[in-house]
């Protein structure tokens, strides 16, 4: 069973900070990996991409604020948000990127799990 699972989200004041896991079960290691967002009544965007070789992209939003990173196994992908503000509010998950199992057999990602809930309010 190959998955990915979302955690970490909380209710947090603004300014707060938090850091998201995207943990996987069934992968042997993740070359890549989006994190997303969708707040109430709007659409699914991307906040971060991290690549294969760990390059790093960020919407314009969350720069200088957010950090996504991989675990030294290459099986968890994290996203450390600092100076949260409302508008960070949303469900959070992980998605779009691109995994190998044991036999170094290459996948794309593109399944979308449950989410975990950010919410930034004092």
């Known amino acids: 069973q190959v998955d990915l699972v979302e955690s970490g989200g909380a209710l947090v004041q603004p300014g707060g900070s938090l850091r998201l896991s995207c943990i996987s079960t069934?992968?042997?290691?993740?070359?890549?990996m989006g994190w997303y967002r969708q707040a109430p009544g709007k659409e699914r965007d991307l906040v971060a991409f991290?690549?294969?070789?760990?390059?790093?992209n960020y919407a314009d939003s969350v720069k200088g604020r957010f950090t996504i990173s991989k675990d030294n196994a290459q099986t968890t992908v994290y996203l450390q948000m600092s100076s949260l503000k409302p508008e960070d509010t949303a469900v959070y998950y992980c998605?779009?990127?691109?995994?190998?199992?044991?036999?170094?057999?290459?996948?794309?990602?593109?399944?979308w799990g449950q989410g975990t809930q950010v919410t930034v309010s004092s």
């Open positions: 998605n779009g990127g691109t995994w190998e199992d044991e036999r170094g057999v290459q996948y794309r990602y593109n399944y």
């Open positions: 069934g992968m042997s290691r993740i070359h890549s």
């Open positions: 991290i690549d294969n070789g760990g390059v790093t």
